[in-house]
């Protein structure tokens, strides 16, 4: 599936893509600007119009770069999202878990050309940066350029090492192969570090207009709000277009984590059949999300039990509360979605 086309910054896109098509375009890039402004979907058709075989004033959108580019499978065009830190022993082990996490997550967003703002606990780990180091490093798969993106950039965890990940991401944005262009995507560039910044080339991105967010929701959202949901769901954006995808995420959550509830106080061969059912847990931070949304609900249980003075349900809640948020901590490490879903799905039957 195709990523959805950009929708709104139009004066952004012909500044950007004019100098990217006339090799203006400086190495190194940070695109800030409040979330859900779609910095990192305008970071990837930035680097399409860089890969285009015919690009004018951007990409063409026809060539087979340009066909890559737009399903997220050209070779040359690296995204690097936040992951969960990887826990193998030694770097190179580290740098191949972070690679096939992120392709994970990428695997995610290609089958639904959309995505949600990232878990909490994930980040950008010493690893990824190495990988991102290593990429940076070879020769462009088809031949011309390699582009980078590094979304969410503020998840760098330099913490660790000695800003050892911070160090290498700085490598690489101060002498870029003449071949390879870095674009950061950042929240607010002051989360990032003053040394990391004075090496990039500040592009703020803003708002849209509450027109271009009615659109997107009326072309883009299934089922497509209408009437009043479509202006409450307009207001709500407020010029942020991804914040209607992440409304729209956390509801699936919800409803996911109702259900699994649901089939956990219906007995074994609901919640075996329910577990089976679920999609593959591309990206850990789904799961991680699906547990909050289980927390959510079962505190709202909590509340509506200690209402009715219902001792008994009160004391359930409790007990299945307590083991949702065990599983929970478990997640940093190498635990296995599913696998976890089932036991958390058996223990929460035996508490029903
Ligand atoms: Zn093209």
Same mark, same amino acid.
């Given at each position: %599936? ?13 500044? &950007? ?35 285009? $075989? ?39 082990? $580290? ?33 990824? =940066? ?59 560039? #002051?989360? &990032?570090?003053?040394?990391? *910044?004075?090496? =990039? ?6 708002? /849209? ?17 209408? #009437? ?6 307009? /207001? ?13 995420? *956390? ?25 089976? *059912? $679920? ?10 999300? %699906?547990?909050?949304? %289980?927390? =959510? ?29 065990? =599983? ?10 599913? &696998? ?13």
């Amino acid at each position: %599936m195709s990523l959805l086309p950009v929708y709104g910054h139009e004066s952004t896109l012909a500044r &950007l893509g004019s100098a990217a098509v006339s090799g203006r375009l400086p190495q190194a890039l940070l695109l800030s600007g409040p979330p859900g402004t779609g910095k990192q979907r305008l970071a990837l058709w930035l680097g399409q119009a860089l890969l285009c $075989q015919q690009p004018a004033r951007g990409p063409c959108g026809r060539c087979e770069d340009c066909r890559l580019a737009g399903n997220l499978t050209h070779p040359d065009l690296h995204w690097f999202v936040p992951i969960a830190r990887p826990k193998a022993g030694d770097a190179a082990k $580290q740098a191949e878990e972070a690679r096939d996490l992120i392709g994970e997550v990428l695997a995610e967003r290609r089958s639904t050309g959309r995505w949600s703002r990232p878990d909490a606990t994930n980040g950008h780990w010493l690893a990824s =940066v190495r990988l991102l180091q290593r990429i940076a490093a070879l020769t462009p798969y088809r031949g011309r350029r390699k582009v980078l993106v590094l979304g969410d950039a503020e998840r760098l965890v330099v913490q660790e090492a000695n800003l050892e990940a911070a160090n290498a991401l700085l490598k690489v944005l101060e002498e870029p192969p003449a071949d390879t262009t870095v674009i950061l995507t950042a929240g607010e560039p #002051g989360a &990032l570090l003053p040394t990391i *910044r004075s090496r =990039v080339v500040p592009i703020r991105i803003g708002r /849209v207009p509450d027109d271009v967010v009615r659109r997107f929701a009326t072309e883009a959202l299934d089922p497509a709000p209408s #009437g009043a949901a479509l202006e409450k769901a307009v /207001v709500a954006a407020d010029g942020r277009i991804g914040r209607l995808v992440d409304v729209e995420g *956390r509801t699936d959550l919800a409803s996911r984590a109702r259900g699994v509830l649901e089939a956990a106080a219906a007995g074994p061969a609901r919640w075996a059949e329910t577990a089976l *059912r $679920q999609p593959p847990w591309g990206a850990r931070g789904d799961f991680a999300g %699906m547990l909050d949304a %289980m927390t =959510v609900e079962l505190r709202q249980g909590l509340v509506a039990a200690a209402g009715e003075h219902d001792a008994d349900r009160l004391r359930r809640t409790l007990s299945a509360l307590e083991r949702v948020e065990a =599983v929970r901590e478990t997640l940093g490490t190498n635990v296995n979605p599913q &696998l976890a879903l089932a036991v958390l799905a058996r223990d929460l039957e035996r508490v029903a």
